[in-house]
T-cell receptor
Framework: SQTIHQWPATLVQPVGSPLSLECTVE??????LYWYRQAAGRGLQLLFY??????ISSEVPQNLSASRPQDRQFILSSKKLLLSDSGFYLC????????????FGSGTRLTVV | KQEVTQIPAALSVPEGENLVLNCSFT??????LQWFRQDPGKGLTSLLL?????REQTSGRLNASLDKSSGRSTLYIAASQPGDSATYLC??????????FGSGTRLQVQP
C-alpha cells in the first residue's frame, strides 16, 4: 500500500534562518506531489506541485521554493524565513491525473520566531 | 474559479445523534469530491471519495452523497461518537491539479 512520510512534525526557527522540509512517498511510482500551507483560521493553500523529477510549478509568489530530486521525494525550502512563513505545511500525493483522490501527510507545524 | 463552501462552520451535538454536514461548490464540472477529517494539529485523513458519475459512497457510519447539478455534497454521520470530534473538510477536484477546499466544519460530539 502507498504511504506518505513528512518530517519534521514540529519546527521552531528564527527569522532569517533556512528551511528544509522533506516528504517521501512509498508504494507508488511517478506520483503527482504537492505542498500545501494551512494558516491559522484559514483554508488550505496550494504552494507547489510537481508532476515529475525536476518539474516544479508554483501557485503563489512567496519566500519558499520546492524541489523534486527523486521520483518520490519532494522538498520545501527557504533561504531566509519570514515571520509570515509560520503555518502548518502539508505534503500530498495523487496518482496520474489526480482523479483517484489525494493522500496527505501528517504535516509540519512551522513557527518562525 | 471554483469556490467551495461548508455549512455550518461549527457544530456541537450530543453523542448518538445522526448529523449532516453540507458542502456546496460553484463549478459543477468536477471530476470528484473528497471528504477529509482533520484532528487538531494533524494531517488530513481521507474519508470518502465520490467520483462525478457516482451519487453516493458509504464507509461504516459515514455516507457521502453528491449532486453535481445542484453543486452540493453532504456527509452523513450516523450514531455520532465523541471520537468523531474533528474538523471535516470537503474538496472538489476539477482537473489539472485544481483541488479546492472548503473552510471546514468543526464538529464536537458531547459524551
Amino acid at each position: 500500500s502507498q504511504t506518505i512520510h513528512q518530517w519534521p512534525a514540529t519546527l521552531v526557527q528564527p527569522v532569517g534562518s533556512p528551511l528544509s522540509l522533506e516528504c517521501t512517498v512509498e508504494g507508488t511510482s511517478n506520483p503527482n506531489l504537492y505542498w500545501y500551507r494551512q494558516a491559522a483560521g484559514r483554508g488550505l493553500q496550494l504552494l507547489f506541485y510537481s508532476v515529475g523529477i525536476g518539474q516544479i510549478s508554483s501557485e503563489v509568489p512567496q519566500n519558499l521554493s520546492a524541489s523534486r530530486p527523486q521520483d518520490r521525494q519532494f522538498i520545501l525550502s527557504s533561504k531566509k524565513l519570514l515571520l509570515s512563513d509560520s503555518g502548518f505545511y502539508l505534503c500530498a500525493w495523487s496518482g496520474g491525473w489526480g482523479g483517484f483522490g489525494y493522500t496527505f501527510g501528517s504535516g509540519t507545524r512551522l513557527t518562525v520566531v | 474559479k471554483q469556490e467551495v463552501t461548508q455549512i455550518p462552520a461549527a457544530l456541537s451535538v450530543p453523542e448518538g445523534e445522526n448529523l449532516v454536514l453540507n458542502c456546496s461548490f460553484t463549478d459543477s464540472a468536477i471530476y470528484n469530491l473528497q471528504w477529509f477529517r482533520q484532528d487538531p494539529g494533524k494531517g488530513l485523513t481521507s474519508l470518502l471519495l465520490i467520483q462525478s458519475s457516482q451519487r453516493e459512497q458509504t464507509s461504516g457510519r459515514l455516507n457521502a452523497s453528491l449532486d453535481k447539478s445542484s453543486g452540493r455534497s453532504t456527509l452523513y454521520i450516523a450514531a455520532s461518537q465523541p471520537g468523531d470530534s474533528a474538523t471535516y473538510l470537503c474538496a472538489a477536484y476539477t482537473g489539472r491539479r485544481a483541488l479546492t477546499f472548503g473552510s471546514g466544519t468543526r464538529l464536537q460530539v458531547q459524551p
